[in-house]
């Protein structure tokens, strides 16, 4: 499975983005996926997260109400919609995906396979 981010970008407080990430594989639908990110010097932290069919999903506090997750399983492919971007939302955002056919579950899943990343920066 890889998994291909892009969509990243310079964009100023306030503004938005969408991040999308390309899925290889023939499963794509029963890959529960999510998004993380990592800003310079600290951990990866949860972002959002939606199951297979894209009926649930679920956020970080810190980005409930600007962030979007969606997927479309016949493109093989999940969004990250980010809107009213704060300079704190600065930080590497990688994809991920449970291939182990769980769905999602915030106790269960675990993410096995992660793209390469993509850079937001947002400027205040």
């Known amino acids: 499975v890889q998994l291909q981010a892009s969509g990243g970008g310079l964009v100023q407080a306030g503004g938005s983005l969408r991040l999308s990430c390309a899925v290889s594989g023939l499963t794509f639908s029963s890959y529960a996926m999510g998004w993380f990110r990592q800003a310079p010097g600290k951990e990866r932290k949860f972002v959002a997260a939606i199951t297979w069919s894209g009926g649930s999903t679920y956020y970080a506090d810190s980005v409930k109400g600007r962030f979007t997750i969606s997927r479309d399983n016949a493109k093989n492919t999940v969004y990250l919609q980010m809107n009213s971007l704060k300079p704190e939302d600065t930080a590497v955002y990688y994809c991920?995906?449970?291939?182990?056919?769980?769905?999602?579950?915030?106790?269960?899943?675990?993410?096995?396979?992660w793209g390469q990343g993509t850079q937001v920066t947002v400027s205040s």
């Open positions: 991920a995906a449970d291939t182990r056919g769980v769905d999602y579950d915030p106790m269960r899943t675990i993410f096995d396979s």
